[in-house]
C-alpha cells in the first residue's frame, strides 16, 4: 500500500490470507488521449469494459479487462461481503504511485442491485448481486490529469518479479488497442411499451395499499426498443455524453450485455473524511422556452405532491447521514436541477464522516432513498416486490468506484437502459403517494424515458 504522500508502502505478505498479491502501477498521460475514443479502442475486450463520468466532466475512468472480480449472488449480504474481499486484497497489495490523487491505482468499479430479495430473471443473466471488478488497465482522468492505471495478480513467492511482470501487462495493453471505429445507431424497428391501463391499476393498487404508516411507493416500468442490427457501447456513450453533459454518464459491460445510462443523481461521494449526498425527488418537463421553464420550475417548487416525495427523501437521507457524520450541512428548501429532458426539486446534503465508517458503509445505510423506494423503505421494498412485476437488476441501484484509499463516488442508476443484441429494456419509476393520478404516472414516466430513449436514437 502507499502511505498519504504517495510513497510505496510494502505490507507484510500473509500466504495464509491469499496466494497472491495484488501489484498496481500508475504512470501519468504525456499526450491527453480521447476517454470515449480510448473506451472504443478495446472493443475485442467487449464485456469487460466500464466507464463513468461525473457531471462536471473533471472526474472520468475507463475500466478494460478484468484483473480480480469481486462478485456475490443471490442470498449473500453483497455489501459486507464485497468490503471483506476488497479490504483482503488490498491487505498486501503493492502499488507504485507517486501521484496524490483520487480514482487512480487500484479502484474497484462495479454495483450492486437494486434488491437482493427480488426474484430474478433471464433479463440479467451475466450480473451479479454484486457486481464489481478490478480492471486490467484504467485510464483516469482526474482535474484535468490523465493516468494510465495497470493492475496485475502475481504469486507471492514470485514478488521479485513484479516489475517484469508490469512490462509485460503493459506492453500486452498497447498491443490490444485497435483502430476505433465509427459506429452509427441502428434504426429503431419497435418500441414495446408496458400496458398503459393494467399500469395504471397497478398504480391504483399501490394508492389503495397507502396509509398512516406506508406514505410512498415508487413505482418502475420497462419498455423494449428493437432494432435492425446489433448496438453497439460507445454509439450509446456518445449521444448520452452529447446529450446529457450535466449528468453521470456511466457504463458497465458483463459479456454481452451492457447496462448504461446518464443519471442526474448521486448517491454517495467520498473524498477523504468529507461526504456528499443529493435528495432528489420530485419532477416536471421542460418548457418549449425559458418563460415556459421557469414557469414549469415554479409550479414544481410549490407543487404539494411533489415537495411531499422531496421531504420524504430529504428526511430519510439526513437522518441516515447524522449516523455515520459529526456533522451535517444541508439547505432549508430545494432548488431545481435542470436536465435536458426534465427538471427536479434538488438538496445537496454534506458531512465529515465519522472514521470507523467506509463509503460501502454509506451506501448500505443510503440505498435505496425513499426516491427509488419509496417510504419506509421495508415495507415499500415489500410493496414493490409484490406488485411491480419487474426485475429492476442493476436499475436504480448503486454504480460507481471505490478506490484503494477509501475514496469514491457512486450515483444512482436511473435515466439507464440495457443494451443487449439488437434490442435495449429501457427503465423509468414514479413516486406513488396517496393523492397520485394514474395517468398523470404514467406520463411522468414516459417524460423518464426520453433520455435514454433519445440516446438511442429514439424522440
Request: proline fraction near 3%; hydrophobic fraction near 35%; include cysteine.
Amino acid at each position: 500500500m502507499k502511505d498519504s504522500r504517495g510513497t510505496m508502502v510494502q505490507t507484510k505478505i500473509r500466504d495464509s490470507v491469499s496466494p497472491t498479491i495484488l501489484v498496481s502501477e500508475v504512470i501519468m498521460v504525456e499526450e491527453r488521449i480521447e476517454i470515449v475514443d480510448f473506451f472504443s479502442k478495446f472493443h475485442t475486450y467487449k464485456g469487460k469494459r466500464f466507464f463513468w463520468k461525473d457531471p462536471s466532466g473533471k472526474n472520468m475512468l475507463v475500466g478494460i479487462g478484468i484483473c480480480e472480480k469481486i462478485e456475490c449472488s443471490s442470498g449473500e449480504s453483497s455489501y459486507s461481503y464485497v468490503e471483506k474481499r476488497w479490504k483482503r486484497l488490498l491487505e498486501n497489495a503493492i502499488v507504485y504511485n507517486e501521484f496524490n490523487h483520487i480514482g487512480i491505482g487500484p479502484v474497484l468499479l462495479g454495483g450492486f442491485s437494486f434488491d437482493p430479495l427480488k426474484e430474478k430473471t433471464e433479463l440479467w443473466d451475466g450480473f451479479s448481486e454484486a457486481h464489481f471488478y478490478v480492471p486490467q488497465f484504467m485510464l483516469s482522468e482526474i482535474d484535468g490529469n490523465q493516468f494510465i492505471t495497470t493492475n496485475i495478480l502475481i504469486q507471492s513467492d514470485k514478488m521479485e518479479y513484479a516489475k517484469e511482470a508490469l512490462k509485460k501487462q503493459s506492453f500486452a495493453f498497447h498491443k490490444s488497442i485497435k483502430e476505433s471505429t465509427s459506429h452509427t445507431l441502428p434504426s429503431i424497428q419497435k418500441v414495446i411499451e408496458a400496458d398503459r391501463e393494467k399500469w395504471k391499476v397497478t398504480v391504483d393498487k399501490v394508492i389503495s395499499k397507502l396509509d398512516d404508516t406506508l406514505k410512498k411507493v415508487v413505482l418502475a416500468r420497462a419498455s423494449k426498443v428493437n432494432f435492425t442490427k446489433e448496438l453497439v457501447t460507445e454509439s450509446v456513450l456518445k449521444n448520452l455524453i452529447q446529450q446529457q453533459s450535466n449528468g453521470y454518464i456511466f457504463a458497465l459491460e458483463a459479456h454481452d450485455k451492457c447496462f448504461t445510462g446518464a443519471s442526474p443523481e448521486r448517491l454517495v461521494k467520498k473524498e477523504g473524511d468529507t461526504v456528499f449526498s443529493t435528495c432528489l425527488a420530485g419532477s416536471i418537463s421542460r418548457g418549449n422556452n425559458k418563460e415556459e421553464d421557469n414557469a414549469l420550475a415554479e409550479e414544481l417548487l410549490t407543487d404539494s405532491k411533489n415537495r411531499e416525495e422531496h421531504n420524504y427523501v430529504v428526511k430519510m437521507i439526513k437522518n441516515a447521514m447524522q449516523e455515520v457524520c459529526t456533522s451535517v450541512e444541508m439547505p432549508a428548501n430545494p432548488q431545481i436541477m435542470k436536465m435536458r429532458d426534465i427538471q427536479h426539486l434538488y438538496t445537496p446534503v454534506s458531512g465529515k464522516v465519522k472514521e470507523t465508517e467506509s463509503l460501502i458503509s454509506l451506501i448500505r445505510l443510503l440505498h435505496p432513498t425513499p426516491a427509488l423506494g419509496g417510504f419506509p423503505r421495508d415495507v415499500a421494498l415489500e410493496v414493490i416486490r409484490e406488485v411491480e412485476g419487474l426485475d429492476r437488476g442493476l436499475y436504480g441501484a448503486p454504480i460507481g468506484w471505490l478506490d484503494y484509499e477509501g475514496n469514491g463516488e457512486f450515483a444512482v442508476s436511473i435515466r439507464s437502459g440495457l443494451l443487449h443484441g439488437n434490442s435495449a429494456t429501457i427503465f423509468a419509476g414514479c413516486g406513488i403517494v396517496a393523492d397520485s393520478d394514474p395517468e398523470l404516472e404514467y406520463i411522468e414516466t414516459a417524460i423518464k424515458f426520453k433520455p435514454m430513449l433519445t440516446a438511442l436514437g429514439g424522440k
